[in-house]
């Protein structure tokens, strides 16, 4: 065989093993969703208790509705609108990452 035609065939056995992983390991829209309710009542902790009692028993429904999930194989983006706030992450290789800082909504 070839010098070039061994480079591609592991060229395209890496390619596709990497995307095999990313598309194995992108969060579900269940652990984003518990990723934004970490981060919600972390920044919540120590404020008012009846807000807080609120976030513990409706958050998780009002995160799930306001969420939409858009999916590209290897990555899903995640939109959320919750509490006046617009909040955009990337799920990717088993993780959250958030895409900028929490924007005000109108």
Known sequence: MKKS??????SATVLLGLSILLYTTKPTQEK????????????????DSLKSLGLALFGE?????????????????FHTEFQGRS???????????????PEQTG
């Open 32 to 47: 984003y969703e518990q990723w934004v309710m970490e981060k919600v009542a972390s920044r919540s902790a120590g404020q």
């Open 61 to 77: 429904q009002m995160i799930r509705k306001g969420t939409t999930a858009s999916d590209y194989g290897v990555a899903r983006i």
């Open 5 to 10: 035609m061994k480079i591609a065939t592991v």
């Open 87 to 101: 909040i955009k992450a990337i799920g990717i290789l088993g993780m959250v990452i958030p895409l900028g800082k």
